[in-house]
């Protein structure tokens, strides 16, 4: 192994990406303790559940870790990243078909269309993670657990993939958000300049959030993809700590549910979708530009999420 390979930083980075999952536990404390942990049987719910089934996948990954000294053998490991890649393969699914939601309410899609397209995303998504389960995981020891059938078409195709859904809803939501500030300020309907103020730190503040998130998840996709054509390449091992901090910035962002009073509350993210400005989000001045009714259609960039398929196996 080249020594560049071994190097202190690499070590530190695959050490750091096998423990960030503690981050994801802390994610949902925040949750519980900001009233965004409750989850409804609608799309809207996909950050929370997602972030819910990455925690579970996680502590079982853990668990096995903790106890590999009670299992020797690479098939009993196998069990438990079996279980935590089939619980990562539900999270990648909710998590696309969410995405694939948000962009479409964004372009005011009919309701019905946008959930049956994110549907099947998911379930394309759910469908090839599961391919690429079925050809890692073997469970018999005696040739090492080696993969049923050597063939980097299933990684490729479900990095490709999500690559796409990651450019595409990118795109559409930049153009969005672009195209109605633009619209706004031509029509004249803010008539202080407070008002532009307000916008300005709206876009600033969720296209800053697009770009870390669709950039960092990006690079990530497609340096995976690289590593995997072309293995002979010295890559770095930090997906998952890309992911989960992306994440973390999703769910800061994310429609409080189930506040104190049983009233949902409205942060920025959500202001950006349907155009209620809330007076317990802004300053007293800001408060008095939201009391005027303006009901800016701005798309939010905190709908731009995408992940990394985490390790597999025990080979």
């Known amino acids: ?7 202190s930083l690499s070590k530190w980075l695959a050490s750091t990406n096998d ?22 049987l609608h799309l809207r719910s996909g950050v929370r559940l997602m972030i819910y089934l990455d ?22 490991q196998n069990i438990f990243y079996f279980l935590a890649d089939f619980l990562w393969s539900f999270k990648d699914a909710v998590k696309y078909g969410y995405v694939a939601w948000r962009c479409l309410v964004v372009h005011s899609f009919r309701e019905s269309t946008s959930r049956k397209l994110a549907y099947l995303l998911a379930s394309i998504s759910l469908g090839l993670y599961w391919l690429l389960m079925a050809q890692v995981y073997s469970f018999d020891a005696s040739n090492g657990c080696s993969p049923h059938f050597d063939s980097k078409m299933p990684l490729l195709t479900l990095y490709i993939f999500w690559t796409l859904i990651d450019f595409t809803c990118a795109i559409m939501i930049i ?6 500030l633009t619209a706004l300020q031509k029509a004249n ?51 998952s700590i890309v992911f989960v901090y992306c994440q973390l910035i999703l769910v800061s962002g994310s429609q409080k549910d189930g506040a104190t009073d049983d009233k949902p509350t409205t942060t920025v993210p959500t202001i950006a979708m349907t155009g209620n400005l809330s007076r317990s989000h802004f300053s007293k001045k800001e408060s008095r530009i939201a009391s005027d009714n303006i009901r800016p259609e701005v798309s939010t960039s905190s709908l731009k999420i995408t992940s990394t398929l985490p390790p597999i196996g025990v080979a």
């Not at 853990?62 to 009993?76: E, G, M, R, T, V």
């Open 19 to 40: 423990s960030i999952g503690m981050l994801s536990f802390a994610t949902i404390i925040y949750m519980s303790q900001s009233s965004l942990w409750r989850i409804e």
């Open 55 to 76: 925690a579970v996948a996680w502590l079982i990954v853990y668990i096995c870790n903790c106890c590999s000294d009670l299992l020797p053998l690479c098939s009993q």
């Open 189 to 239: 309907v803010l008539d202080f300049t407070d008002n532009t103020r307000v916008l300005r730190r709206l876009k600033r503040r969720e296209l800053v959030r697009l770009a870390f998130v669709s950039i960092g998840m990006c690079a990530v996709s497609v340096s995976s993809i690289v590593a995997t054509s072309h293995p002979e390449l010295v890559t770095y091992r930090v997906g």
């Open 1 to 7: 192994m080249s020594q560049t390979t071994d190097s």
């Open 175 to 180: 153009k969005k958000l672009s195209k109605n």
